[in-house]
């Protein structure tokens, strides 16, 4: 943990969690070959949609955050797609989780898109949860969680 992870709470701030997350997605993306500069190139960009967090246990100041990846959910066109985070602490307790859905856009127009069917092969990799499925147009409209007409 930074210094600037910390509230005034004295323990990780909640928008910290999101920073964490945000890094160990993108890193993963870098890692399978689409860094920065690859998804620039093909005018590609994921966006978060919303992020839903469960809180379990306070992270001080000096503690050690495992966070972990794993793939929820797809679109059959590839352009949603549902992420799960835990944080662990040193001990491997769980003290938090996330729940993630995110999209891709096309850089340019700003609107969804399908990724490329080359950038696909970056979600087989990912670890799936025990519930992974298909997603559809009625996972989002069910619990009014997309914010966007589809």
Known sequence: MRWSDIDSNVHLRNSAYVDYMSHTRMSYISETGFDQKKLSEMNLGPVALYEHMYYFREVLP???????????GVSKDGVFFSLLHNFYDDKGKNVARCE?????????????????????????????????????KEDFRKNGQLPIDL
């Open 62 to 72: 000096g503690s050690y955050v495992t966070v972990t990846l794993e793939l929820q």
């Open 100 to 136: 993630m859905l995110g999209a891709w856009i096309d850089l340019r127009s700003r609107k969804l898109t399908t990724p490329p069917i080359e950038f696909w092969d970056f979600r087989y990799g990912i670890e799936k949860t025990a519930d992974f499925k298909e997603l559809t």
